[in-house]
């Protein structure tokens, strides 16, 4: 099972830009995604902010993110990465890294792997 770690995660205001990091182990699964739960929310509540296919680099953006943010990863180094822009308090979450056997499964939560999540909180 891969083993992810996030990193990135900070407290920052309003319109302000994070970068989020996921280093993983030897990783055999194609789907790649970023996750997020929110404040006072189960487990089971936790959104798909944005996926990748791993090998096509297809990806998946959750509405309440379109052209906000961006998903890349860097295979040769086992590197999955979410750039964060114009962020709103309502972006106020833990964010997990995932993996999964393809994008498709991954969006409908079937996840391999997670990571121990980032906090990220943005103030108004």
């Known amino acids: 099972q891969a083993q992810l770690m996030e990193s990135g995660g900070a407290s920052v205001q309003a319109g302000g830009s994070l970068d989020l990091t996921c280093a993983t182990s030897a990783n055999s699964y194609s789907g790649m995604a970023w996750f997020r739960q929110g404040p006072g929310t189960e487990r089971q509540e936790r959104e798909p902010v944005a996926a990748i296919c791993a090998g096509s680099g297809d990806t998946f953006y959750g509405d309440s993110v379109k052209g906000r943010f961006t998903i890349s990863q860097e295979n040769a180094k086992n590197l999955l990465y979410l750039e964060m822009n114009s962020l709103k308090p309502s972006d106020t979450a833990m964010y997990y890294c995932?993996?999964?056997?393809?994008?498709?499964?991954?969006?409908?939560?079937?996840?391999?792997?997670w990571g121990q999540g980032t906090q990220v909180t943005v103030s108004p």
């Open positions: 995932a993996a999964g056997p393809s994008l498709a499964a991954i969006l409908v939560a079937r996840v391999g792997a």
